[in-house]
């Protein structure tokens, strides 16, 4: 017996902490998809502070080519974000780091998944890059 095609939900919990929904199969598949890589879940692990690719790459035993792609997938799980150490000579550095503290996954009464994002703690460069867009805003 099939079963209707019903939209998978996608719950993603904002940086100022209220619930996404998104009528979205794609980015629920992206999410299962980065779950259930264990070279993704590695990676996740090991980000808990912001850390270049190359340096993930060497923590989780992985081919450089290999973790670009990891951190590409997680990045469109949106579980991964991307921060740029900004360098006096120019030469500016990309990092990655967790974007979250977990993951929940629910059926609802119609049988669509809920998927619940909890975001990551803020960081005081996530503080500065809000206040730094509210003072352009002024401007």
């Not at 590695?42 to 993930?56: F, H, M, N, S, T």
């Amino acid at each position: 017996m099939s079963k209707p095609n019903r939209p998978q939900n996608y719950l993603h919990t904002s940086p100022e902490g209220s619930a996404v929904a998104h009528n979205d199969a794609s980015k629920t598949q992206a999410l299962f998809d980065a779950l259930a890589d264990p070279d993704c879940r590695d990676i996740l692990r090991v980000l808990d502070e912001p850390l270049p690719a190359k340096e993930v790459a060497s923590v989780c035993d992985l081919p450089q080519t290999s973790t670009y792609r990891k951190l590409e997938q997680l990045s469109e799980a949106e579980l991964v974000a991307e921060e740029t150490e900004v360098r006096p000579d120019g030469h500016h550095a990309t990092a990655y780091v967790r974007d979250c503290d977990g993951v929940f996954v629910g059926i609802d009464a119609d049988g669509a998944f809920e998927i619940n994002v909890l975001p990551a703690e803020e960081r005081p460069s996530d503080r500065l890059a809000l206040l730094w867009s509210r003072v352009s805003e002024e401007l």
